[in-house]
Nanobody
Framework: QVQLVESGGGLVQAGGSLRLSCTAS????????MGWFRQAPGKEREFVAT????????LYTDSAKGRFTISRDNAKNTVYLEMNSLKPEDTAVYYC?????????????????WGQGTQVTVSS
């Protein structure tokens, strides 16, 4: 089992920034991808960004490109999501997820473990 704990969410004005963190513990393998997803009220959970086990590959949804940056610190088993130029439409619960394997994936079904989520609210 792998446990994921997210932090860093909060309330921010449009145009502001937040940095989310997610730390994994438990039975993590040596190579695993980590990703961020989000779910707004009344909407399905959607992909935001993902990073490969060594940080060499990243993938972003179009709305995140140029504004969000995903990174990881394997010594700390932690993945980060730096979010800049936030918009009200970024308001959602943000979830961290882990998947086994070398490749990156934007598919929810590709991820094995999920965190409880952290709320991000962007006011206009």
């Amino acid at each position: 089992q792998v446990q994921l704990v997210e932090s860093g969410g909060g309330l921010v004005q449009a145009g502001g920034s937040l940095r989310l963190s997610c730390t994994a513990s438990g039975h993590t393998s040596s190579n695993y991808g980590m990703g961020w997803f989000r779910q707004a009220p009344g909407k399905e959970r959607e992909f935001v960004a993902t990073i490969s086990w060594n940080g060499g590959n990243t993938l972003y949804t179009d709305s995140a490109k140029g504004r969000f940056t995903i990174s990881r610190d394997n010594a700390k088993n932690t993945v980060y999501l730096e979010m800049n130029s936030l918009k009200p439409e970024d308001t959602a619960v943000y979830y961290c997820a882990v998947r086994s394997g070398w490749a990156v994936s934007s598919r929810l079904s590709a991820y094995d473990y999920w965190g409880q989520g952290t709320q991000v609210t962007v006011s206009s």
